[in-house]
């Protein structure tokens, strides 16, 4: 695994890492290494939705389409931004969020054949707006996120998804027959230990595009085996542009509005945890501006996907992996990966090559990727006074409500729909109990400055401003 001392950044320095434009020789193997550990989790939410709702392979090829065009404009918004309006400027991924899934499902299911993604596509536009209304209060409660909450949240980000690579590495799809087979298991363990011998013996840049290699090698690895499919090559369409509402106008059902408006509250949340993971380990805080414009990117993504047929949009976590695992800290690194995805939308023939890489490859590699989010969350605590009592018990108690969502999937089953919605995720119910917490044993009551707001003014790495 790579090493994750922070270097911080010298105000000497001409620019900053997050500001620096590599040469195209690092430039495009760092953006495949993000389009690689990204693209499957962007086609998950079309390829379920689109099954769900009765969709043919052509339905299907179009929605997965759309979801890489939205992604690829909403990653270019965010790293290069418009002025102070939007864009965080990080070296962030947007794209379709599977948070939104289980609801949308729901809707679907609740909703006539014929109406169900249009009652899908109205709801999350709806939540789009509700996100461009409320995200400005965002920015404001960073005061709330110190370094602290940040650490929980960030670690809880790496530990609560660590079911996604397992699932990978045991074949993707769980209705397969061959899901957990050992020549499955075998291809991820392989796929693993070609990244940690890279990471062993190499230097620079070839250490730095470990995960990429690893990819490479495991779907070569693949290939006479028969592991590696090339059916979605053969059938993907070379030229498929989105046209707007294809699948039909958007119907507003309150309902659904509802559940997608809460499903945003949760988007929101991970992705400022994103944005605040970033800054750490980018060495550029995150402010409460910082936080706004990013969140407004969410918004419009969110607000305008449905029109080409995109779902509700928000960070991914295993690209935040990949930087802090790489140490590539460049956004046009990522706006390049924008970029690419733009075309890999409007040529769906060139995204069915990305998703050569069979389950089991990107399964090894994504232990890697989540295991070192968990890691920056850790680094981030032990600079958090945890010597103190009162902040032990508040990443005690935080660290589990965000793992009961993992250890025991049915803990919430009987409660509301709505708080099923915001519990079930780990991040967000984590987040929630530990901002909470910070409250109770810092600011009510007290006219103290908690012992973790001092030592992050004291820490030169701190990655959380206070606005």
Same mark, same amino acid.
């Given at each position: 695994?790579?090493?994750?001392?922070?270097?911080?950044? /010298?105000?000497?320095?001409?620019?900053?890492?997050?500001?620096?434009?590599?040469?195209? +020789?690092?430039?495009?193997?760092?953006?495949?290494?993000?389009?690689?550990?990204?693209?499957?989790?962007?086609?998950?939410?079309?390829?379920?939705?689109?099954?769900?709702?009765?969709?043919?392979?052509?339905?299907?090829?179009? *929605?997965?389409?759309?979801?890489?065009?939205?992604?690829?404009?909403?990653? #270019?918004?965010?790293?290069?931004?418009?002025?102070?309006? &939007?864009?965080?400027?990080?070296?962030?991924?947007?794209?379709?969020?599977?948070?939104?899934?289980?609801?949308?499902?729901? !809707?679907? =299911?609740?909703?006539?054949?014929?109406?169900?993604?249009?009652?899908?596509?109205?709801?999350?536009?709806?939540?789009?707006?509700?996100? #461009?209304? !409320?995200?400005?209060?965002?920015?404001?409660?960073?005061?709330? %996120?110190?370094?602290?909450?940040?650490?929980?949240?960030?670690? *809880?980000?790496?530990?609560?998804?660590?079911?996604?690579?397992?699932?990978?590495?045991?074949?993707?799809?769980? /209705?397969?027959?061959?899901?957990?087979?050992?020549?499955?298991? &075998?291809?991820?363990? %392989?796929?693993?230990?070609?990244?940690?011998?890279?990471?062993?013996?190499?230097?620079?840049?070839?250490?730095? !595009?470990?995960?990429?290699?690893?990819?490479?090698?495991?779907? #070569?690895?693949?290939?006479?085996?028969?592991? @590696?499919?090339?059916?979605?090559?053969?059938?993907?369409?070379?030229?498929?542009?989105? $046209?707007?509402?294809?699948?039909?106008?958007?119907?507003?059902?309150?309902?659904?509005?509802?559940?997608?408006?809460?499903?945003?509250?949760? *988007?929101?949340?991970?992705?400022? &945890?994103?944005?605040?993971?970033?800054?750490?380990?980018?060495?550029?805080?995150? $402010?409460?501006?910082?936080?706004?414009?990013?969140?407004?990117?969410?918004?419009?993504?969110?607000?305008?996907?449905?029109?080409?047929?995109?779902?509700?949009?928000?960070?991914?976590?295993?690209?935040?992996?990949?930087?802090?695992?790489?140490?590539? +800290?460049?956004?046009?690194?990522?706006?390049?990966?924008?970029?690419?995805?733009?075309?890999?939308?409007?040529?769906?023939?060139?995204?069915?090559?990305?998703?050569?890489?069979?389950?089991?490859?990107?399964?090894?590699?994504?232990?890697?990727?989540?295991?070192?989010?968990?890691?920056?969350?850790?680094?981030? #605590?032990? =600079?958090?006074?945890?010597?103190?009592?009162?902040?032990?018990?508040?990443?005690?108690?935080?660290?589990? @409500?965000?793992?009961?969502?993992?250890?025991?999937?049915?803990?919430?089953?009987?409660?509301?729909?709505?708080?099923?919605?915001?519990?079930?995720?780990?991040?967000?119910?984590?987040?929630?109990?530990?901002?909470?917490?910070?409250?109770?044993? /810092?600011? *009510?009551?007290?006219?103290?400055?908690?012992?973790? &707001?001092?030592?992050?003014?004291?820490?030169?790495?701190?990655?959380?401003?206070?606005?």
């Amino acid at each position: 695994m790579a090493q994750q001392s922070q270097v911080p950044h /010298h105000p000497s320095s001409p620019v900053h890492p997050v500001d620096e434009k590599p040469a195209a +020789r690092r430039l495009v193997p760092a953006a495949l290494q993000h389009i690689a550990a990204m693209y499957a989790g962007v086609v998950t939410p079309p390829l379920i939705i689109g099954q769900a709702v009765g969709l043919d392979t052509a339905g299907r090829t179009r *929605l997965i389409a759309a979801s890489l065009l939205i992604a690829g404009l909403a990653t #270019l918004l965010q790293t290069l931004g418009i002025r102070k309006f &939007a864009g965080n400027r990080l070296p962030f991924v947007n794209a379709a969020s599977s948070a939104g899934i289980t609801p949308m499902l729901a !809707i679907a =299911e609740t909703t006539a054949k014929g109406h169900q993604l249009p009652a899908i596509y109205g709801a999350v536009m709806v939540a789009g707006v509700f996100c #461009l209304a !409320i995200g400005p209060f965002f920015g404001r409660l960073l005061r709330f %996120f110190p370094p602290l909450v940040t650490g929980v949240v960030i670690t *809880l980000i790496g530990v609560t998804l660590m079911p996604v690579p397992v699932g990978w590495a045991q074949g993707g799809d769980k /209705h397969a027959a061959d899901f957990g087979d050992m020549n499955n298991l &075998a291809l991820a363990a %392989f796929t693993l230990v070609v990244i940690l011998l890279i990471q062993r013996f190499t230097q620079g840049f070839v250490k730095q !595009i470990a995960l990429l290699i690893g990819l490479v090698v495991g779907t #070569l690895a693949a290939l006479p085996f028969g592991m @590696a499919s090339f059916e979605g090559l053969r059938s993907a369409p070379i030229a498929a542009l989105p $046209t707007p509402f294809s699948f039909g106008p958007p119907e507003f059902q309150p309902a659904a509005v509802l559940s997608l408006c809460i499903v945003m509250l949760v *988007l929101m949340t991970e992705s400022s &945890a994103g944005m605040l993971a970033l800054g750490e380990i980018c060495d550029r805080p995150t $402010t409460g501006a910082t936080l706004t414009r990013g969140l407004r990117t969410d918004g419009i993504a969110t607000l305008l996907g449905p029109v080409f047929g995109g779902f509700p949009t928000s960070a991914f976590a295993q690209n935040v992996g990949v930087v802090s695992l790489t140490r590539v +800290r460049s956004r046009y690194v990522v706006a390049l990966a924008g970029a690419a995805l733009l075309v890999l939308g409007a040529f769906p023939v060139l995204g069915a090559v990305v998703s050569l890489v069979p389950m089991p490859v990107l399964g090894g590699a994504g232990i890697v990727l989540f295991g070192s989010i968990a890691v920056s969350g850790i680094r981030t #605590l032990s =600079e958090a006074g945890l010597d103190d009592s009162s902040n032990i018990i508040l990443v005690a108690v935080s660290l589990g @409500a965000g793992i009961i969502p993992l250890a025991a999937p049915t803990f919430y089953a009987d409660f509301p729909a709505w708080a099923q919605t915001v519990l079930g995720s780990g991040i967000s119910a984590g987040a929630l109990v530990a901002v909470a917490l910070n409250l109770f044993f /810092h600011h *009510l009551g007290t006219r103290s400055t908690p012992r973790a &707001a001092v030592l992050s003014a004291a820490s030169p790495g701190s990655g959380t401003q206070i606005p």
